[in-house]
């Protein structure tokens, strides 16, 4: 049931709904690939300034990150790449709340591949199309506009409301962790992402791995008396695939009925050979396994490596020349809070309140930064975003106008009922 207020709040988005729609066109529109975060983050600093929010921009320092347990390593530092933090001090006696979202989107890969091209914006129906549009500028917009919203009808929210839109969240999560570094916390948060308009209290972990191979150096006129990389890596690969399915069977989890989908556990790249006519004597696996909420990511590690050395054992090669298992690149840790939290409840209400349903409970079957803001942070974090889980990373991204809208509505109004208001 509506309050009236709550009721003047719906109508004023609804009313602004081309403004809404806009600004997540002007956020698509800017080509914010991993690591060219600067002109977007200007773009956002004004809108916070223009809604009267005191905001931080900092460069997160690569050399203090690097000293945090939950760093990732990464090539490139964060010269130019700032964090932006929207603040809006409550009037006091409300209880605190953080929405956060990245920035940076992956590459396109080939602009033929798209009908629309990635950074238009363009809208087709009830489709808005570009790099970025479900992952994860839509979560921007929304949390962005919620507060708007907020602000021009002079709700006056008794809890503080911090927003952080941070950088180099596809290759490392490395900017959320600095906002947490810098003592960014709330009693709750609410992280944008992706999540099909689901609420979801846990998020999956990703743990990236190379697999060196070596075989038996050989003349390609005298093949036989060495050890093909290649063959021994095809078999490599099949040792991945049937951890796969053991894990599959085994693990369980409330929040993921389908370990099927998420649980992969694959290599996605193999590289082998220099020369078209010689003999190959090297290989190099690449790939990647997903953990579930509760799982202990270096016994995942520790397990993933004691499986591929068991498996060597049965080859008569491998045996006497195992494979070498490197983590090397992403790595982050799986995260959950209660499906019983009151921000998980708040949010849930909320939806039912804009939607005139019950929301879906699930698990993000995709890796998130939650997992900083619940571990080191100190705030409890729920996933809930308009984003199309399925639209992640994909060729002609797009994303539902309406989730957009929704989610706007559900967010300021959980805002309000979260924070209190005067």
Not at 43 to 54: D, K, T, W, Y
Not at 89 to 115: C, E, M
Not at 317 to 338: M, N, Q, T
């Amino acid at each position: 049931m509506k309050t009236d207020i709550e009721g003047e709040v719906l109508k004023l988005i609804e009313k602004r709904r081309n403004e809404v729609i806009e600004f997540l066109g002007k956020l698509v529109s800017f080509p914010t690939v991993t690591g060219d975060e600067s002109e977007i983050q200007k773009f956002i600093a004004r809108q916070l300034e223009s809604m009267g929010l005191a905001v931080d921009i900092w460069e997160p320092e690569h050399e203090e990150l690097k000293k945090h347990p939950a760093y990732v390593p990464v090539e490139r530092g964060y010269v130019n790449r700032p964090n932006v933090v929207g603040i809006y001090k409550g009037t006091g006696n409300g209880k605190s709340l953080i929405l956060n979202g990245h920035v940076d989107v992956i590459p396109p890969g080939p602009l033929d591949a798209w009908v629309h091209q990635p950074w238009a914006g363009d809208i087709e129906g009830n489709r808005l199309y570009g790099r970025g549009a479900s992952d994860m500028k839509s979560g921007l917009a929304a949390m962005t506009m919620a507060l708007d919203c907020l602000i021009r009808l002079n709700v006056r929210l008794k809890g503080d409301v911090i927003l952080e839109y941070t950088v180099d969240e596809e290759q490392s999560g490395n900017g959320t962790l600095a906002c947490v570094m810098r003592g960014y916390q709330a009693d709750a948060g609410i992280c944008c992402e992706t999540s099909s308009l689901h609420v979801q209290p846990a998020c999956i972990g990703r743990i990236w791995f190379e697999i060196s191979v070596r075989g038996k150096p050989a003349g390609i006129q005298r093949r036989w008396e060495g050890v093909n990389a290649i063959e021994k890596g095809y078999a490599v690969v099949g040792a991945v695939s049937s951890l796969e399915n053991i894990r599959i069977n085994a693990l369980k989890h409330p929040l993921y009925p389908d370990n099927r989908s998420t649980l992969p556990c694959m290599v996605g790249m193999f590289q082998s050979g220099t020369f078209a006519s010689a003999f190959p004597d090297t290989c190099l696996l690449k790939g990647s396994i997903a953990t579930l909420p509760g799982e202990d990511t270096n016994e995942v590690k520790r397990s993933f490596v004691e499986h591929i050395l068991a498996f060597s054992q049965t080859d008569p090669w491998l045996k006497h020349s195992p494979p070498e298992v490197r983590f090397v690149g992403y790595c982050g840790d799986p995260a959950e809070i209660s499906p019983e939290h009151p921000i998980v409840k708040a949010v849930s209400e909320k939806f039912t309140v804009v939607t005139g349903e019950k929301p879906q409970i699930t698990g993000r079957q995709g890796a998130a930064d939650t997992r900083y803001l619940i571990k080191y942070g100190n705030t409890p974090t729920v996933i809930f975003g308009p984003g199309l889980t399925e639209q992640m990373h994909a060729t002609n991204e797009w994303v539902d106008i309406n989730y957009l809208i929704d989610a706007t509505k559900i967010l300021s109004l959980t805002i309000m009922d979260w924070c209190g208001y005067e």
